[in-house]
Nanobody, 123 residues
C-alpha cells in the first residue's frame, strides 16, 4: 500500500526558500506512468496544484509559480523535494504531496495524498 509523508519546517521567514520533502513508501517513484505532485491549500481557499515530477524525471509547474518553484527527486531514498523561493505570507497553508497514475490528470486529480504539513510564512 502506497504511503506519502511530507516533512520540513513549519515556519519560514518571508523572502526565504521553503523546502519540503515527500517520502514515498510502497511504490518506487520511478514506477512507470506515475506523476508526483505538490499541492497546497491556503486558508479559505481550495486545493492548488503547484507542480509535479514524473516517473522519468520531467517537471511541470503551475504558471503562477514557475519563477519560484523547483521540484527534484532522489530515487535512492524514494523521495521528491519541493523548493519554493521568495516566500511571502500568501504562501502560508497546508502542503500536500500526492501521487497520480497516468500522465493526463495529475494537474487536477490526486487519488493518493499525504496527510499534509502546515507551513506558516512569518517573520
Amino acid at each position: 500500500q502506497m504511503q506519502l509523508q511530507e516533512s520540513g519546517p513549519g515556519l519560514v521567514k518571508p523572502s526565504q526558500t521553503l523546502s519540503l520533502t515527500c517520502t514515498v513508501s510502497g511504490l518506487p517513484i520511478t514506477k512507470i506512468d506515475y506523476a508526483w505532485s505538490w499541492i497546497r491549500q491556503s486558508p479559505g481557499k481550495g486545493l492548488e496544484w503547484m507542480g509535479a515530477i514524473t516517473y522519468f524525471g520531467a517537471t511541470f509547474y503551475s504558471p503562477s509559480l514557475t519563477s519560484r518553484i523547483s521540484i527534484s527527486r532522489d530515487t535512492t531514498t524514494n523521495q521528491f523535494i519541493l523548493a519554493l523561493s521568495s516566500v511571502t505570507p500568501e504562501d502560508t497553508g497546508v502542503y500536500f504531496c500526492a501521487a497520480t497514475p497516468g500522465m493526463t490528470t495529475f494537474r487536477r486529480s490526486w487519488p493518493n495524498r499525504g496527510q499534509g504539513t502546515q507551513v506558516t510564512v512569518s517573520s
